[in-house]
């Protein structure tokens, strides 16, 4: 359930800043099919492709992070 959340996160930020599937994953440096199963929720996204989507994204971790995520950090 956690991966969907990144996923479904990943895939809303990717569209609002116009990249395609195959540009994003490019600029990351994966392959499409591992950014599909990312995106779909079937594979949870290491620390260093959040580290590199965030920053290809051109806006902080933290507003990558899905918000009940944010809530978990802060109380922590």
């Given at each position: ?22 540009g ?23 620390e ?29």
């Open positions: 359930m956690e991966a969907e959340k990144w996923g479904r996160r990943i895939r809303a930020f990717r569209k609002l800043k116009g990249f395609t599937q195959d994003f994953a490019k600029g990351l440096g994966v392959s499409v099919s591992i950014l599909g199963e990312i995106e779909r929720g079937n594979r949870m996204p290491t260093e492709f959040l580290h590199r989507a965030a920053h290809l994204l051109n806006i902080n971790r933290e507003e990558l992070t899905p918000p009940e995520d944010h809530d978990r950090e802060d109380q922590s």
